[in-house]
């Protein structure tokens, strides 16, 4: 199995809703990755988990919390967010770094498109 | 991590082969160079990385400059389903996690 999936496809959410993003993987990757990505623009990294620790976290706004509740799953919880955080929210894994070499190439989902009313 | 510069846009045809250019004239010598690509409505995947050599897989090759401060890739028979977005991505030996996504190319594969 060589998926990562992500639920939901679609979320609409007011700005004083709270709300979660899942990400599942069963490679055994121990190393696991949020990105935004805004229409027509590269996708920007947000948070990664090593060892269902948190190891990055690119000066992301308290209103998005990560959270790795085990080496399967990442969740992104969202509160008060602002029409601005409308994007699609990719989640992807990979293995840790080989001895003398980067880490495993990524493997991504399809994305969440979260729109912010 | 080190900048790449790639065409914002290139086009081809059906069967033909693409050559993908990426200057990375700023790189040093433990960086990787790394292609991802995104297909519409999808998440990236990944195509194919390198060091120093030139390096094939069953979805493209990577041609290296000796001096490293550009690589190419080749797709060797463009299909439609090869129309996405080419990130050229430098990532640091001792970095372990960072992908810094930059404008990539934009390929249109003609029928």
């Known amino acids: 199995d060589t998926e990562v999936t992500q639920t939901p496809k679609h979320l609409v959410m007011g700005m004083t809703n709270k709300k979660s993003l899942k990400c599942e993987q069963h490679?055994?990757?121990?190393?696991m990755y949020w990105y935004k990505q805004k229409a027509k623009k590269p996708p920007e990294l947000m948070f990664v988990?090593?060892?269902?620790?948190?190891?990055i976290n690119e000066s992301v706004p308290s209103r998005f919390s990560p959270e790795c509740p085990n080496s399967s799953l990442l969740n992104l919880h969202l509160h008060a967010l602002q029409p601005e955080d409308s994007a699609l929210y990719l989640c992807?894994?990979?293995?840790?770094?080989?001895?003398?070499?980067?880490?495993?190439?990524?493997?991504f989902g399809p994305g969440t498109r979260l729109t912010v009313l | 991590d080190a900048k790449t510069t790639q065409p914002n846009s290139m086009e081809s045809n059906e069967e033909e082969p693409v050559h993908l250019p990426c200057n990375h004239s700023?790189?040093?010598?433990?960086?990787?160079i790394h292609w991802y690509r995104q297909l519409p409505s999808q998440g990236p995947e990944y195509v194919i990385h390198?060091?120093?050599s030139n390096v094939n897989n069953r979805m493209a090759s990577l041609a290296i400059a000796e001096d490293r401060k550009s690589s190419t890739l080749i797709l060797h028979r463009a299909t439609l389903r090869d129309a996405a977005v080419y990130y050229c991505?430098?990532?640091?030996?001792?970095?372990?996690?960072?992908?810094?996504f930059g404008k990539g190319t934009l390929l249109t594969v003609n029928p």
């Open positions: 390198g060091l120093t």
């Open positions: 988990y090593s060892y269902e620790k948190l190891s």
């Open positions: 700023t790189i040093s010598g433990t960086d990787y």
């Open positions: 992807a894994s990979s293995q840790l770094r080989l001895a003398g070499g980067p880490a495993g190439e990524q493997f």
């Open positions: 991505i430098l990532r640091q030996g001792g970095s372990n996690y960072k992908l810094t």
């Open positions: 490679m055994g990757h121990r190393a």
